[in-house]
């Protein structure tokens, strides 16, 4: 069955070239993909989100059930507000999904999670949820839209006006803040300040429009997955999946390892892998020449031996194609790439590629 957001008829009427994503229909672009990346990176574009799994979670034990389904710690007393970036593990320490979740104290708690795993992420949760007596409510009555660029906080302000939430001007990065009708949170996957805003399906359109008005250029999907890929963010299915742990996929960051008594779903694994080193690693690369990186072209790394490009694409901001790729821990400096049959040289960086509209690579070190 096709799903479809509550701003479907409103990608159609602005010309958005529709496909298929996770079983949804978004807009893959509106005209030019190139020109929705940059309007991101130089002033402000939004974007329909509504397709991503949004879940509240309540009940006394709803903290200590969050701190033992995600790597990353929810912490033991309530921070409202609060925002944290996390994986959810299996048993043998792979990546199920990752995901952010706000801390909303006595309300418990709400969670974002990708339109591709919504179903397996909640099976997931229910399982787990059921010895905590914990509510799982999947908020299928919500839609999203991301409001990304350095001037988007602005221009959304002066759209909202009064109806934004009180503290919303003053949020800081991984921070919300929320009233009866909004859950404003400044967050993103651009790589680019701004805010994703929650509200009910019903008001999506009209706010959509405002925003439009207001200067916000709609964007689609390929230019959301270049400006992610430039901020050296990983996509869930491509540069990780249940085979391979935060470890290994540049996550490393996203464990809380303290308190040390905290026991967490996959901490057993991980904490060995972590103890023997991890063999494996996610990293940057750059192609100084003419070509395309692409996902599965094979990466030789010399004596390091082989690795896999997981994500690739040009770079409308550097001009240059750039890739993420699973490579031996020890490979460094230089490698190639195996692109249509030849062998072509490419640099190995530490991600990001692209900060704040400007370039990473000069003098970026080559490990985590």
Known sequence: MTLKTALYEQHLSLGGRMVDFGGWQMPLHYGSQIEEHHSVRKSAGM?????????????????????????????????????????MLNEQG?????????????????????????DKDLAWIDRHARSFGVDVQARVDLAMIAAQGPE???????????????GTETLRPFQAAWNDRLFVSRTGYTGEDGFEIILPEEEATGLWQRLHRGGLTPSGLGARDTLRLEAGMNLYGADMDEN???????????????????????????????????????????????????SGQRVECGASGE?????????????????????????????????????????????????NGKSCLQGSPTDE
């Not at 240059?320 to 190995?348: T, W």
């Open 307 to 355: 690795g896999v490009i997981t994500s690739g694409s040009f770079s409308p901001t550097l001009g240059k194609a750039i890739a993420l790729a699973r490579m031996p821990s020890a490979a460094e400096g230089s490698c190639r790439v195996e692109i249509r049959g030849k062998m072509v040289d490419a640099r190995i960086v530490k991600p990001p590629f692209v900060r």
């Open 94 to 118: 792979g990546v199920i999904d990752d995901l952010i979740v706000y801390d909303r104290a006595d309300d418990g708690f709400r969670m974002v999670v990708n339109a591709a795993t919504r």
């Open 47 to 87: 974007f329909d989100v509504s397709h991503m799994m949004i879940v509240d979670l309540a009940g006394e034990r709803v903290r200590e059930f969050m701190r033992l389904l995600l790597a990353n710690d929810v912490g033991a007393e309530p921070r409202p507000g609060k925002a944290i970036y996390s994986c």
């Open 152 to 166: 988007a906080r602005e221009r959304v302000m002066r759209v909202l006006g009064a109806e934004a939430p009180a």
């Open 244 to 294: 391979c742990t935060p470890l290994e996929s540049g996550l490393a960051w996203t464990v809380a390892w303290d308190p040390a008594d905290r026991e967490f779903i996959g901490r057993a694994p991980l904490e060995t892998q972590r103890s023997i080193g991890v063999t494996r690693k996610l990293k940057g690369l750059v192609l100084e020449a003419r070509g395309v990186l692409r």
